[in-house]
């Protein structure tokens, strides 16, 4: 059965994430004046690293169940995480989990149980940092992205297949990146297709848009476009979308639009879901 | 007079790739009160084996009861002090420290009888770790899972913090009778030994335990698993238990 290859150090899961860096990334979410796209989409990636990390800590260290990449794109293309674009940028997750960039500390509020809340200070770590310049060079983070993909595939073929998890708030500069997408959704390891996701961050006031199964349902030609380049979701993410609450039909793609915040945490989570093994609650 | 210790063996082998140290399952056995119970320790938790050690131990050394089980579990987690992590601690130590250690628990107790044949039990189970009474060569019992279906990646699991709840956890009691074998079997061999097509007295892994509980050594049981470790892709424990067949009383 595809996508039930269980994720271990001999046979890591490759997650690598394109984020969007263009000049209007530096703008506020819609509806939030205090927080731009670029700081919130990052906040998401550093939470969602922390999250890997802690999956696989153990008390003899962190174990290389993953191997993760960051993509930005925008005034130029770079390896977020560190290495060199295009074969170099795959860490895997112990060095991330043992190398943070800093240690941020920040509050958190949780309910004290009475109706109100207590401030509890927090350590964040943080790997990648918010930019926001220039133009919107999709299409080379997506070609830059499949010889990565290609690189995991080569060198781990019974692997979980690879998951690119392209995160954007525009239309891309540099052409039509379907070609590029489709080509990557073409290469596999012996458990299946890499899987392409996509979500496009919100720019009117209205609810997000969660894993799409019908382009028919689509109004607009870059709406349609994301769809065409997104992968169906697999049976286990599935199943978490539907766990999560979202009403997905049959053939639900791991496509979202209109993402709010929340939307962006959501769509790493289930599109990362991917089974090391029993897992805690 | 104290009643015969029951015959029984465990078995349990890490799963393919890994040291025996990275095994996170755990058996644990009383004979003489006749307590058995096994534990997994969640792969994603920290010092998940350890706590599956504590847990099965603790069952074996005083199992719960519906009524108690609260305050049996709040002594557990009380007496568990995870060992300490060598060298200067990670930022994610203290974190997984916080969210602490989680694991399956299935433990089943005999009570001897005054009836000469057979014995009494009862069982608890949290989570997918199962119990199986093979009675010729078909289940009697599979508890708590019963399909391999019903199998998935999140389990209810026993927490180790204190401000976590547990899952509710599934009793069971019955009467064993001569000849029965009792397996408590770790997610993996349950999803595998409810899988099968032969009669279930057929399968090696039921057969080699038998054998082996018969024998008193755990090498056929132990080899059986060993052999299995690709297709179970995780860490693999079974502990069998006979309830022997009385010897013809003298003419």
């Known amino acids: 059965m595809p996508y039930s290859a269980q994720i271990s150090r001999t046979n890591p899961a490759c997650i690598l994430l394109l984020i969007d860096q263009s000049s209007s990334m530096g703008e506020p979410f819609v509806g939030m004046a205090d927080q731009t796209k670029a700081g919130m ?21 962190v174990r290389d169940y993953f191997l993760v990449g960051v993509i930005g794109y925008g005034g130029t293309l770079k390896a977020g995480l560190g290495g060199e674009l295009p074969y170099d940028i795959l860490m895997p997750i112990s060095k991330l989990g043992n190398h943070p960039l800093r240690l941020e500390t920040r509050k958190k509020f949780l309910p004290d149980g009475a109706g109100g809340v207590v401030e509890q200070t927090i350590k964040f770590p943080v790997w990648f940092d918010p930019e926001a310049s220039g133009k919107t060079p999709m299409c080379e983070a997506f070609a830059a992205a499949g010889l990565a993909v290609k690189g995991f595939i080569d060198a781990h073929p019974a692997a979980y297949p690879p998951i690119v998890l392209n995160l954007t708030d525009g239309m891309p500069s540099d052409g039509n990146p379907q070609q590029t997408a489709r080509r990557i959704r073409g290469m596999g390891t012996k458990d299946g297709n890499a899987l392409v996701f996509n979500l496009l961050l919100s720019a009117t006031p209205g609810a997000a848009i969660h894993f799409v199964a019908d382009e028919a349902k689509l109004a607009d030609d870059y709406s349609k476009l994301l769809f065409r380049m997104s992968s169906e979701l697999p049976p286990r993410m599935w199943e978490a979308a539907r766990a999560e609450g979202f009403a997905v039909a049959p053939g639900a793609r791991g496509v979202v639009y209109n993402a709010d915040p929340a939307a962006v945490v959501r769509f790493l989570d289930i599109g990362t879901r991917v089974s090391i093994s029993t897992a805690p609650r | 007079m104290p009643p015969a210790p029951l015959p029984w063996v465990s078995a349990s082998v890490p799963k393919a790739g890994h040291r025996a140290a990275e095994n996170e399952d755990a058996c644990a056995a009383n004979p003489g009160r006749m307590r058995y119970a096994v534990a997994d320790g969640a792969t994603e938790g920290w010092q998940s084996g350890g706590w599956a050690t504590h847990l099965a131990t603790a069952y074996a050394r005083r199992p719960p009861t519906p009524p108690d089980f609260p305050d049996w579990l709040a002594d557990v987690r009380r007496t568990w002090t995870p060992p300490p992590v060598a060298g200067a601690a990670a930022w994610y130590a203290a974190e997984k420290q916080e969210q602490g250690s989680f694991a399956t628990l299935i433990g089943v107790e005999f009570r001897a009888s005054e009836h000469r044949l057979g014995v009494s039990w009862k069982a608890v189970a949290v989570g997918d770790s199962c119990l199986f009474v093979v009675r010729a060569e078909a289940f009697e019992v599979a508890f708590p899972v019963t399909s391999a279906a019903a199998f998935g990646t999140r389990p209810p699991l026993v927490p180790s913090a204190a401000d976590r709840d547990c899952p509710a956890p599934e009793w069971l009691a019955g009467w064993a009778s001569p000849g029965d074998l009792f397996l408590l079997a770790s997610d993996a061999v349950a999803k595998y030994l409810l899988d099968r097509r032969p009669p279930p007295g057929r399968d090696p892994v ?27 892709k995780d860490d693999a424990s079974v502990l069998a238990v006979l309830v022997p067949v009385p010897p013809e009383p003298p003419r």
């Open chain 1, 41 to 61: 989409v990052a906040d998401a990636v550093n939470r969602l690293l922390q999250n890997l990390v802690l999956r696989s800590a153990k008390a003899d260290g």
């Open chain 2, 206 to 232: 039921v057969a080699a335990a038998r054998d082996s509980v018969a024998s008193g050594r755990a090498e056929r049981l132990l080899d059986s698993l060993r052999s299995l470790s690709d297709e179970f």
